[in-house]
């Protein structure tokens, strides 16, 4: 693929070699993460999709409730667990969708800057930054959406130069969009950027034929996934997933109030979440200065101005798509988002700043920081590495309710209601009964309290991360805005729980602002040789 024109350009490593790297620095940088159970929507509904998939060939899950995401995960994990069904392989093979993602992210500094430091740099951060980081290993489709997202980027660049990668790009977006249907944002940004181009350039222009060659190209992908939701609806009757999935992710996200606050917080998670403030306001600060000279006069390269707009129209795409659809908050969404930004941080810095390298470790020595320490705010835990507190929580948990209480009815909430009952998660060998409730809240546990259902033991734990000081906290009516638009809620301790259920807490832990108690009540139970009472299953939000 040709280098753009307006950078002298480093010669690069051949991407055969520096794949190799990438997978194994990406799998010894996790290799004490590798062997952990499975993790909230991997084990609501990802893993269970996949396992299904494997198991019997079909599509579309039966264990857990079917909400329409495309099939290229579940396929992809179940050829793997042709080799071994364990989170190891798992892991092991998302590790290698996460180094052909970084493997695009060095290519588009190569065409995008024409400087392999740039770009291996960009790379490097890339890898480091926490969201990034810590879903390189989880089993979510978001990963495999960015790969693709990114190489179609590539393909995008490229076809600048030789006009046969258009459609090279769409494929890559139809796998994307084929790996979760929200990917098709990025292809229709582009096409609508391109259909921009093309409307404001005269007829006479040699580009003209190609901005509208690539905004075609880019209708196609989307194009493509309709074959996926034509069969869906073949199948189950519904067209966009199930109707309580359809309305939590699209009709219940429309009021205006909820865009703007989901706006705000896209915003936020873009160029500020989880120190990315460090190399943005780093990238702010060096536009103030002039640009450097190389060793032969010439200036330092930058991304051209055409180039950085497609980026901006990508970045603003995905910011204005998940701020209307999507019930959750989640910061993956935006995880092709991060590369590009990085990549016009790290652009500048070499171009402005003579001690560039400087920018690039405090920067890194920022991501290093966020990966084990947790901001001031609340945040989802698979945001760093509190994820993997969680996880050994719930294991400790689940290995004292087996040793001290076996044959017990378990009270518990999602996800544990999962890790309890599918031992293909990794937390039990076998299926133990259980009572759900919906989360910990006083309303929850007041309804418990009254309910004639038999259960003895508890296991209660943090649904949420909360600081124990809030420093951004806008008072009751954030609260409320959260509680309305965002599912927010306040667990009670486990003391308040264990109170209000007659009972004590016979093991509690706490770790990096995260905890999980097992208690134990003083209420007659049943024996029973029924099977045991599943929780609904969440899926993804």
């Keep these: 693929?040709?280098?753009?024109?307006?950078?002298?350009?480093?010669?690069?490593?051949?991407?055969?070699?520096?794949?190799?790297?990438?997978?194994?620095?990406?799998?010894?940088?996790?290799?004490?993460?590798?062997?952990?159970?499975?993790?909230?929507?991997?084990?609501?509904?990802?893993?269970p999709a996949a396992y299904d998939f494997f198991r019997t060939g079909d599509v579309i899950p039966s264990s857990t409730l079917a909400n329409a995401h495309p099939p290229l995960p579940s396929l992809y994990l179940a050829l793997w667990w042709k080799?071994?069904?364990?989170?190891?392989?798992?892991?092991?093979?998302?590790?290698?969708?996460?180094?052909?993602?970084?493997?695009?992210?060095?290519?588009?500094?190569?065409?995008?800057?024409?400087?392999?430091?740039?770009?291996?740099?960009?790379?490097?951060?890339?890898?480091?930054?926490?969201?990034?980081?810590?879903?390189?290993?989880?089993?979510?489709?978001?990963?495999?959406?960015?790969?693709?997202?990114?190489?179609?980027?590539?393909f995008v660049f490229a076809s600048q130069h030789r006009a046969r990668f258009v459609w090279a790009a769409a494929a890559c977006f139809a796998v994307a969009a084929w790996c979760k249907e929200t990917a098709i944002v990025t292809p229709l940004a582009i096409a609508l950027w391109e259909a921009s181009l093309w409307l404001r350039s005269s007829a006479a222009s040699p580009a003209r034929r190609l901005h509208l060659r690539i905004g075609l190209a880019m209708l196609s992908p989307p194009v493509t996934l309709l074959a996926w939701y034509a069969y869906y609806r073949h199948r189950t009757g519904?067209?966009?997933?199930?109707?309580?999935?359809?309305?939590?992710?699209?009709?219940?996200?429309?009021?205006?109030?909820?865009?703007?606050?989901?706006?705000?917080?896209?915003?936020l998670q873009l160029t500020a979440h989880m120190n990315m403030f460090v190399p943005v306001l780093c990238m702010l600060g060096a536009m103030l200065l002039l640009p450097l000279r190389e060793r032969d006069g010439a200036l330092r390269p930058r991304i051209a101005p055409p180039d950085q707009a497609i980026l901006y129209a990508v970045m603003l795409g995905n910011i204005l798509f998940f701020s209307v659809l999507g019930g959750a908050l989640l910061t993956r969404y935006l995880l092709p988002l991060y590369p590009l930004l990085l990549l016009l941080c790290v652009s500048t810095f070499y171009r402005r700043v003579p001690y560039w390298w400087g920018l690039v470790l405090l920067s890194a020595a920022a991501f290093v920081i966020g990966l084990f320490v947790n901001p001031p705010y609340k945040f989802a835990p698979e945001d760093n590495l509190n994820y993997a507190d969680v996880i050994r929580l719930h294991q400790q948990a689940i290995r004292q309710i087996v040793t001290r209480f076996p044959g017990s009815t378990i009270l518990t909430a999602w996800p544990a209601t999962d890790e309890l009952t599918k031992p293909e998660l990794g937390y039990v060998r076998k299926p133990l009964p259980i009572v759900s409730i919906a989360n910990f809240s006083l309303p929850e546990i007041q309804k418990a309290a009254a309910a004639t259902q038999d259960f003895s033991v508890g296991f209660a734990f943090s649904t949420k991360y909360d600081p124990p000081r809030l420093l951004i906290d806008l008072g009751s009516r954030n609260e409320a805005l959260d509680t309305r638009f965002f599912d927010f809620h306040r667990d009670l301790a486990p003391a308040a729980i264990a109170h209000l259920l007659d009972g004590r807490i016979v093991w509690r832990e706490d770790r990096q602002g995260q905890w999980a108690a097992v208690m134990h009540f003083n209420r007659p139970q049943v024996a029973t040789l029924s099977t045991p009472r599943l929780a609904g299953a969440s899926g993804e939000r």
């Design 238 to 267: 519904f067209l966009l997933g199930n109707p309580e999935f359809l309305r939590y992710n699209a009709t219940s996200t429309l009021s205006p109030l909820r865009i703007l606050l989901a706006l705000a917080h896209r915003v």
């Design 83 to 154: 080799s071994g069904f364990t989170p190891t392989v798992t892991r092991t093979a998302m590790c290698l969708i996460t180094a052909i993602g970084l493997l695009a992210v060095y290519r588009l500094g190569i065409l995008l800057n024409g400087r392999q430091r740039v770009a291996a740099t960009a790379t490097l951060l890339t890898a480091i930054y926490p969201v990034w980081f810590a879903q390189s290993t989880l089993a979510h489709a978001d990963m495999f959406a960015a790969a693709a997202t990114l190489w179609g980027l590539v």
């Design 1 to 47: 693929m040709a280098a753009p024109p307006h950078a002298q350009v480093d010669r690069p490593l051949p991407l055969r070699l520096i794949f190799p790297l990438l997978f194994v620095a990406v799998y010894l940088s996790h290799l004490t993460l590798l062997r952990l159970p499975y993790y909230w929507d991997e084990a609501g509904y990802y893993v």
